[in-house]
């Protein structure tokens, strides 16, 4: 490959994106950038990483809000307190995506994640990649890699996290995060199968990167 090239993957919670994402970025020698966008982006931000890891794709609701005003209020009695340093949503997405730019640009990757198929969108060297499967597959998966005793409670947090990243990419990107038109692929990983999920993409990415 004369330029380097980036594979974006967007993948529904329990569809394998992470498990999927490792195997490509092994089997091309691409590096595997997840956890690591985070680490970047709170050293950028000065926050600690367990803290920002709780609002990434996701976005603030009404009553965190209302939390984050009172936090740089002044107080109405004779004692103002040091104002408390609020990163809101929408600094967390811009340095996130300033670190996704740098790695799309120093190095080939696989990026889940993070809107990550959005904010390449212009870069014709970069494969973008949907993961999804049925409720009941993402569930019975989940409940094996997080010990979750009950199909109720894995379902629960399928769902909300569902909502979550929906949001969080309509807030950001204003797109719809499922919708096929945003992505080179869709894989449907409970039919396909994850070996040779991450079969096609390592194909793709090397026939895109041959042509371009």
């Known amino acids: 490959m004369l330029k380097h090239f980036t594979v974006a993957i967007s993948r529904q919670k329990g569809s394998g994106g992470a498990f999927i994402g490792q195997e490509v970025a092994k089997h091309l020698g691409f590096k595997y950038m997840d956890r690591e966008i985070l680490c970047q982006a709170a050293s950028m931000l000065h926050e600690d990483e367990s803290i920002l890891s709780e609002r990434e794709e996701r976005i603030s609701n009404l009553w965190d809000k209302i939390l984050q005003a009172f936090s740089v209020c002044t107080p109405e009695t004779g004692y103002a307190p040091p104002p408390l340093r609020h990163i809101n949503d929408e600094e967390i997405f811009e340095t996130e995506a300033m670190v996704i ?62 909502k979550q990243r929906r949001k969080f990419v309509q807030e950001h990107t204003g797109v719809e995060w499922t919708d096929a038109c945003n992505y080179t692929l869709c894989i449907n990983t409970e039919i396909i199968g994850f070996p040779e999920a991450a079969e096609i993409i390592m194909q793709t990415a090397k026939k895109m990167s041959q042509v371009q």
């Open 101 to 162: 730019n740098k790695v799309a640009t120093n190095c080939s990757s696989v990026i889940v994640g993070r809107g990550a198929f959005h904010i390449l969108r212009n870069n014709p060297r970069v494969l973008t990649v949907f993961l999804h499967a049925s409720q009941e597959f993402r569930a019975n998966r989940i409940m094996n890699i997080y010990n979750i005793a009950d199909i109720e409670t894995a379902l629960a947090l399928l769902i909300q996290s569902d």
